[in-house]
């Protein structure tokens, strides 16, 4: 039985790193898309260029 709980708690704290890996990358893409709308309207195109390839990173 204490393989089994070992194993059990492993899978759950995979469980959460994937949660959490998955909030984090939703949160950066929402804070890229806003910076790139400002980089559009400000006319920045080295800041447009520079988020919208990391955007695609973190899409990908």
């Given at each position: 039985m204490?393989?089994?709980k070992v194993?059990?708690?492993?899978?759950l704290?995979?469980?959460?790193?994937m949660v959490w890996?998955?909030?984090?990358r939703k949160h950066?893409?929402?804070q890229l898309y806003d910076e790139?709308?400002?980089?559009l309207a400000s006319g920045d195109e080295v800041?447009?260029?520079s988020l919208t390839d990391e955007l695609r990173l973190i899409i990908s």
């Open positions: 204490d393989k089994m194993t059990y708690e492993v899978m704290g995979l469980a959460a790193e890996d998955a909030a984090l950066r893409s929402e790139i709308d400002k980089a800041a447009f260029r």
